[in-house]
Structures are given as structure tokens and as C-alpha cells.
Nanobody, 126 residues
Framework: QVHVVESGGGLVQDGGSLRLSCAAS????????VGWFRQAPGKERAFVAV????????YYADSVKGRFIISRDNAQNTVSLQMNSLKPEDTAVYYC???????????????????WGQGTQVTVSS
């Protein structure tokens, strides 16, 4: 069993930066790919970024590529999402999710992730 908790959300101006953190319990967390997703009001939950268990392989949605950086520290059981050059359209609740099994990076469907956090609100003002 893996328990996931996000933190770091908040209000930021257009062009600003935020760093989200995902802390997890469970000694098997370090072998799971971990993804970040976001859900804006009235929209479906959407893939943002994913990182493999070793931290080497990453994959990003086109909408955030070049602006967001995902990283992980397996010694601390944490995954971070550095968000730069934020835009109002980045406003959403951001969720961290662990796949629950080892596997390649590339899973973008929320249904492929087993363990979810409660989400953290990110609001970008224009």
C-alpha cells in the first residue's frame, strides 16, 4: 500500500513559478513510475508529466514541455514538479499518482495509476 500527499500549491502571477511536492509512504514507492495530473473546473483529469522509478526517464505533455520539470528523490520517497513560466491556463488542481507496479514511462491515462493524492490547487492570475 502507498499513501501519497501533495503540497506546494498556491496563487502565482502569470509568468511565475511554483514547486509541487509529492510525499509517499511505502517502501516499494521507489520502483513505481509516478505521474502528475491536473484537473481544471469542468474538464477531465489530464496528464502533465511522469517519471520512471529510477528517475532517469521522464515524459511530458506538450502543453508543459520546456516549462515544467519532474524529478524524484527515492531516498526521501518524494517526487517534485517544478513549474516555470506559469500561464493562467495552468490553473487546476494538481494530483500526484503512483502506478502501483514497475513499468516503462509512457502511461498517460489516469486509469493506469493506482495510488492518488488528494490534490493541491494551483491558481495562476493574469
Amino acid at each position: 500500500q502507498v499513501h501519497v500527499v501533495e503540497s506546494g500549491g498556491g496563487l502565482v502571477q502569470d509568468g511565475g513559478s511554483l514547486r509541487l511536492s509529492c510525499a509517499a509512504s511505502g517502501r516499494t514507492f521507489s520502483i513505481y513510475p509516478v505521474g502528475w495530473f491536473r484537473q481544471a473546473p469542468g474538464k477531465e483529469r489530464a496528464f502533465v508529466a511522469v517519471i520512471g522509478g529510477s528517475g532517469v526517464n521522464t515524459y511530458y505533455a506538450d502543453s508543459v514541455k520546456g516549462r515544467f520539470i519532474i524529478s524524484r528523490d527515492n531516498a526521501q520517497n518524494t517526487v517534485s514538479l517544478q513549474m516555470n513560466s506559469l500561464k493562467p491556463e495552468d490553473t487546476a488542481v494538481y494530483y500526484c499518482a503512483a502506478r502501483g507496479a514497475p513499468g516503462p514511462v509512457g502511461a498517460v491515462a489516469p486509469s493506469m495509476y493506482r495510488y492518488w493524492g488528494q490534490g493541491t490547487q494551483v491558481t495562476v492570475s493574469s
